[in-house]
Every structure is written in C-alpha cells, then in structure tokens.
C-alpha cells in the first residue's frame, strides 16, 4: 500500500484518538483465497465494501470511495464462507454511495439461487424499468462485491456469459462450479427455445431453474416467449418468475 498522507496526520495527533474513530474514517483490507484466486477485500465498521484482484487494488479503492485503506489482522467473520458459497450469512455489506437504481439492481441479483442465471432483461423488468437492460449491465459491471452480490448468476438470454468484473473465463468457470449449465442453455438458445415447460406440472421455467431440472424429456416442452407458453396453457414458474423477462 503506498503512503497515505490522511492517516499520517491521524497518527500524528497528539492526544489519542476517541475509539472507533479511526475505522470511521479508514477502511480496511485483507488479502484472502476466492475460488477465482487470491483477491482482496476493504471493508469498513459498516460490512464489506469492495472486492477486487490485488493490481491497483488500493488505489482503485481511493479513487471510489476516497477513503484511506489500512492492513486488517483477520478477515471479517463469515467472509471466506461467503465468498467460497455465495451465501452472506451474516456478513453485512457496506453499499452507502450507490443510486437507487444500482441498489434495486444488486438487490434483485442476491435473489438469483446457486446453479441457476437469470437475463439481463429479468434484473430490468423485476426492479420496473424495462428498457434499461444496458443500464443494469453497467450497474453491474461496477458492482463493488462481486461473488457476494452474485453478478455472474446474470448472463445473456442466449446462454453467452457476457462481461464480469474478473473476466468471461472466470464467470464460466464460476457457474460450472455451481452447477448452472450454460452449454445446455446455448443449445437450447440454438433451437430459439428460451423456456421450458412440462406437461405434468403445467409450469414453464428458465431452463437452469430446479424445477426445470427435473422435468423428464418425454415431459418437456421448449417455448421461444413466455407469451407462446400462456397461449399453450402454461403457467409461469413461481420460482424463478420467468414471466419477469
């Protein structure tokens, strides 16, 4: 980390500073191991605020937040778990700063369960602003928390995995391990079928959904739109609400 000339001057102060007025102030950093390799994460008295790759990690920071960042002796409870499941537990999250646009955006991508991915045109339609399908994906290519906002669970509706903060690789890589199975969505993307739905239950589903999973083959049926399943006399998925792309 290189010098920072705001908490030279704390450090200097006289008398001692009132406690917790330093982590007020400063946030820190802590290097840990991800399943995309060693990152680290700043976090703050407030959770965790920013998680990136170490090159230009502080000063990225700086230029973001333009607060000091100070070495941690531990991680913050819970975030290795996190990080390794997706799963916050109780890991808090720092995201002061954001427009209510981006919080609506990340918020709506924490719902996305392990093993499935959603459009980009879901996150718009479910947070009311359907046209601005471009604008979520800027929203979440700077989403501060990556891997504890899940932004790689939210691909193009043709199974391609789109941009991520650590590169295409990493979020394919990330998805396979939990299980969501892009190539098959790509195949199903070739034939122009973006739902399936089955017989059985009456219920159409995104095809990463669990309960698509389940749907046997001589049970499964493939819809271009949500419109043309209605029309069949499918019901959209409570689950995964398709009817929201």
């Known amino acids: 980390m290189t010098h920072d000339p705001l908490l030279a001057g704390l450090a200097a102060l006289a008398a001692d500073a009132p406690d917790g007025l330093l982590d007020r102030i400063a946030a820190r950093w802590v290097g840990v191991p991800s399943p995309i390799g060693e990152l680290r994460v700043a976090f703050t008295d407030q959770g ?18 333009a607060r000091p960042l100070l ?7 819970g975030l290795l778990t996190a990080l390794r499941t997706g799963r916050l537990g109780r890991l808090r999250l720092d995201l ?13 991508v924490r ?21 601005a399908v471009r604008a979520v994906g800027t929203a979440l290519g700077r989403n501060p928390v990556p891997l504890l ?8 509706s043709d199974g391609v995995a789109g941009d991520y903060v650590f590169g295409s690789a990493a979020k394919e890589r990330l998805l396979l391990a939990e299980g969501a199975d892009l190539e098959r969505v790509r195949e199903l993307a070739g034939d122009r079928v973006f739902y399936l ?45 398709p009817a929201s792309a």
């Open 149 to 156: 906002i899940p932004c790689h669970r939210v691909t193009r």
């Open 71 to 77: 070495p941690a002796e531990r991680p913050p409870a």
């Open 48 to 65: 965790v605020a920013y998680v990136r790759p170490g090159d230009g990690f502080a000063e990225a920071f700086r230029e973001r937040f």
């Open 197 to 241: 739905a089955s017989d059985t239950t009456g219920v159409v589903c995104f095809p990463t959904c669990h309960n698509a999973r389940r749907i046997t083959p001589r049970h499964r049926h493939g819809f271009r739109t949500i419109a043309q399943a209605r029309a069949a006399g499918y019901r959209p998925c409570r689950t995964c609400r």
């Open 96 to 108: 002061r700063g954001m427009s209510d646009f981006q919080r609506d955006v990340l918020e709506t």
């Open 111 to 131: 719902t996305i369960p392990r093993g499935e991915v959603r459009p980009y045109s879901w996150i718009a339609e479910r947070i009311g602003r359907p046209r």
